[in-house]
């Protein structure tokens, strides 16, 4: 589904994504991990056409190659992302925020009311159909991420990318979460690239993960190889788990 071949992003001087390769199959949760600094964010920005990708580097989703295409058009074919920060339009309610990600989705044009509709259905899947009336801005921080959820759900995405969708949540929360990323898996077909720093939410959960350091990648397999890779520990989740 999403091919990327020798991936490098620099600032500068400063090798943030360096020489990345990697897959993503239909119907995989893939989890991205490693310490801050280490290029996940600029992977996620390259990928989705935020920052240009050095020379070299293949894009691929669904076969065809999408390096330099707009944010939107990507969009638009079913390779979708929510931010690190909760970006929920505070000033529009529940509904209408699940209904303008129908407006940036596969459909390039749905009418209000087809929009609306398709917000109403993400609400109702994500839990959050008795919310609609609700100020996005009155919602408490775990109910703004499952609307980030929602919103993206509305624009009909193939593959989801997550930042860091559990920071700042109780573990309760956290298991609601996932559980819900598990269920759009498995009842939506939708693909998930999940980045995230609570080990706890993306091991329980992720098929493969993907470890970046530096920019580099350094490790690659199922959580349980992950979690024993002596490298990573040493990089990353000695501090972490
Ligand atoms: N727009 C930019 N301009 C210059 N440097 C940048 C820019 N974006 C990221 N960087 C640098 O690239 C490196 C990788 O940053 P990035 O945000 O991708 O890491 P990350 O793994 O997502 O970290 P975190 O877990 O803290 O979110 C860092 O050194 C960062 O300072």
Same mark, same amino acid.
């Given at each position: *589904?999403?091919?990327?071949?020798?991936?490098?992003?620099?600032?500068?001087?400063?090798?943030?994504?360096?020489?990345? =390769?990697?897959? !993503?199959?239909? &119907?995989? !949760?893939?989890?991205? !991990?490693?310490?801050?600094? /280490?290029?996940?964010? @600029?992977?996620?920005?390259? +990928?989705?056409?935020?920052?240009?990708?050095?020379?070299?580097?293949? !894009?691929?989703?669904?076969?065809?190659?999408?390096?330099?295409?707009? @944010?939107?058009? +990507?969009?638009?074919?079913?390779?979708?992302?929510?931010?690190? +920060?909760?970006?929920?339009?505070?000033? *529009? @309610?529940?509904?209408?925020?699940?209904? /303008? &990600? /129908?407006?940036?989705? =596969?459909?390039? =044009?749905?009418?209000?009311?087809?929009?609306?509709?398709?917000?109403?259905?993400?609400?109702?899947?994500? &839990?959050?159909?008795?919310k609609a009336d609700t100020l996005a801005s009155n919602l408490p921080i775990a109910q703004k991420k499952q609307l980030e959820l929602a919103r993206a759900l509305a624009s009909e995405p193939r593959l989801l990318l997550l930042d860091e969708i559990a920071s700042g949540l109780t573990p309760g929360e956290i298991a609601g979460l996932t559980d819900t990323i598990r269920r759009l898996r498995d009842e939506r077909g939708v693909s998930v690239f999940w980045i995230e720093h609570i080990m706890d939410a993306i091991m329980g959960v992720a098929d493969r993960i993907i470890v970046l350091n530096s920019g580099k990648k350094i490790a690659e397999g199922t959580p349980e190889q992950i979690r024993a890779n002596e490298t990573v520990i040493e990089a990353y989740l000695g501090d972490e788990a």
């Open positions: *589904m999403l091919s990327v071949t020798d991936l490098r992003k620099e600032f500068g001087g400063l090798v943030a994504v360096d020489d990345v =390769s990697f897959d !993503i199959g239909d &119907g995989e !949760i893939v989890g991205l !991990i490693g310490p801050n600094g /280490a290029g996940k964010t @600029t992977l996620f920005n390259t +990928i989705t056409s935020v920052h240009e990708p050095e020379p070299g580097a293949r !894009i691929e989703f669904d076969g065809t190659d999408v390096v330099g295409l707009d @944010t939107h058009l +990507i969009a638009r074919r079913g390779l979708v992302r929510t931010f690190q +920060i909760v970006r929920v339009f505070d000033e *529009m @309610t529940v509904l209408e925020n699940a209904a /303008a &990600g /129908a407006m940036f989705g =596969s459909d390039a =044009s749905p009418s209000t009311e087809e929009a609306r509709e398709r917000g109403r259905e993400a609400l109702e899947f994500i &839990g959050l159909d008795d």
